[in-house]
């Protein structure tokens, strides 16, 4: 009984346009796959390597500037070489990637939190008062660049904050103020959506029956229009990745006490003319690498999803 | 009027705004320009018939159904379901037990269902909206039966909207309608877009819940054929108004109205041999109609007097008539 459920649902998802697709798209493919193993190689590095690269105490200066392991007097215990502290690159990048990913992931799932709801209001409210509100604050939000946002509120509450206190708080903020920073795009997406769902006959027949605007927002407009939202996200997650690398490589970003990609990227960079270049090379490799799959995943679930593509 | 009317319009009138944004319109001098959809309507619907509006498109007819429905605010005028006024009406509560007891079926049968919820959830938000269901067995129940009622399985409820044809959605559709146990039915074109094998299943279906159910119904269609089978009374529209409201009978064997007639000519017959006009002309822009008589530019009858006058409705037997040259007996 069980596994004929489950072979059931195994052929119609085998037979699902979705995964048609996805098994037709090798780049998507190994996107994927590239994206599954940093995910991995991120949240198990606890498991996956002894050192810990962010404790002073297990740092030792004798393996200082070690190069990578295949040039001449690299170690094998450190493939990827050591920085000028000692700390072992490959694990930094494992833990760098960490911070990235969860400031990627979580500034986007604010911004889709605040943009999402502004945005159904917006469009169901087209015209009124209060999609005027919303949707001008967006657009003059849209004038400046998120980055200049992020820096801005980022500086506000590096100033209101003692500098231990920053310190600790470093990766709040930053998910906040690249979180408020790039809301606009995703309320104007969902607003385009509500504005076509609130005209069909559903929401009628809803209104017929009394139903109040919030639930008719809540149950019938946003499962319709959250979708292409969703996706579009997917693409933010690379954005804010790059944003937040952008901030840590300026300084302003994780303090270097628990870096991410962008301030490994950062500290390298003043090793790079003196030819240490694997330290600053290989985090910035992995960024490269890190939001090219995100992206392509992205933009595969965009074509997948939008019918007039397909 | 009579006692036994269920839904009662007075002169009710519906007005859009459509003039340019304010900014334009003082730059450029520009008057405001108002839509009369609806302009004037009276007529009454007596429990347990069919009262039909036809007419062209952009009469206005699908105007009055929303209107009555409540989706749009009346600029003016009255509608009264059992005596009790819907406009104006602020209490909450007896507002949605009249509510209740109205339901209307849509012209789409792919945008008036949600399309990602089940048909079983489709089928009991009214049922909720309005606590009819003791406990969920109740409510499972129900919707099997209103199912059966339509001529669907009560499986089908597990399935989502997409996986239907036109036709069985129109029948979800009802059957959402008579989940509040309605006694008066909005009908906004609910065949126009079936095909014509499927649309005499869905009308006999309806009239055989209205014989079943004690329906009310109020019918919009621009169909003649559909119209004559579903209706008792037939309310001709044109241009936001009323031309002439006649039982069925009368309608196709003695239409008054100019207009009436030239809808009539319209209908081809098995026979063949007989010259069919077709309509002339089109409807005028509804922003800028004509004066006096709305019709008088294609109207074969019109004097001087119809360019002037606008027309009441007058009894003539059963019939009620909006016309100058009915009046004066030269048609």
Redesign the interface.
Known sequence: MQTAKLSKWWAGFYDHDVTWSFLHSPLTMLASLVTLLLVGAAFGAPYLTSYTPFEPGSLSLMDAFLPPAWEAGGSAAHFLGTDGQGRDVLAAIMYGTQISLIVGLFSVLLSVAIGIPLGIIAGYATGSWIDTLIMRVADIQLTIPPILIALMIDGVVRTSMSNELHEEMAIPVLIFSIGIASWPQYARITRSGAMVERR???I????????PAWLILLR?IF??VVGPTLIVATIGVAVAIIIEATLSFLGVGVPPTNPSLGTLIRIGNNFLFSGEWWITFFPAFTLVILVLSVNLIGDWLRDTFNPKLR | MSEQAILEVRDLKMYFDVSKPLVTRLMNRLPKHVLKAVDGLTFSIKRGETFSLVGESGCGKSTVARTIAGLNAATSGEILIDGKNLTGQKEKSSLSDIARRMQMVFQSPYASLDPRWRVRDIIAEPIRAYGLADNKEDEREQVAQLLLQVGLSPRDGEKYPHEFSGGQRQRISIARALSSKPEFLICDEPTSALDVSVQAQILNLMTRLQDDLGLTYLFISHDLAVIDHVSDWIGVMYLGRICEITPKSELFRRPRHPYTRMLLETIPDLKGGTERKPMEGEVPNPINPPSGCAFHPRCAFATEKCTRERPVLKGYDMAKVACHAVEDMRI
């Not at chain 1, 009628?204 to 139903?211: E, V």
Request: charged residues 20%; glycine residues 0%; aromatic residues 8%.
């Open positions: 069909k006959d559903y009628a027949a809803a209104k017929l029956i009394q139903t019938h499962p319709n």
